[in-house]
Nanobody
């Protein structure tokens, strides 16, 4: 069982920056994929960025490429999402998620598909005002 705890959300004006953190209870169990997702009111949850831990491969949604950066600190069992040049449309609840199984173990829809992930944090609100 992997427990995930997000922190770092808040309110910022457009053009500003925030850094989200996701602490994992057992980083070794999440040795496949960790990801950031977001859900705005009335919209489906969407993938923002993900990382294949073992190889440090990173994936980004087109809407955040060049503005968001996903990273990890194995020593601290923590994943980060640095968000720069924030826009009002980035406003959402942000969740971190973990997949402990390899993609060939089933239920794999890609690194940015929420259905690929089994473990979720409680979410942190990000609000960007214009």
């Amino acid at each position: 069982q992997v427990q995930l705890v997000e922190s770092g959300g808040g309110s910022v004006q457009a053009g500003g920056s925030l850094r989200l953190s996701c602490a994992a209870s057992d980083y070794t169990l999440s040795r496949n994929y960790l990801g950031w997702f977001r859900q705005a009111p009335g919209k489906e949850r969407e993938g923002v960025a993900s990382i294949y831990i073992a190889r440090d491969y990173r994936f980004y949604a087109d809407s955040v490429k060049g503005r968001f950066t996903i990273s990890q600190d194995n020593a601290k069992n923590t994943m980060y999402l640095q968000m720069d040049s924030l826009k009002p449309e980035d406003t959402a609840v942000y969740y971190c998620a973990a997949r402990t199984l390899r993609p060939d173990a089933g239920n794999w829809y890609g690194p940015l598909d929420p259905s690929s992930y089994s473990y979720w944090g409680q979410g942190t609100q990000v609000t960007v005002s214009s």
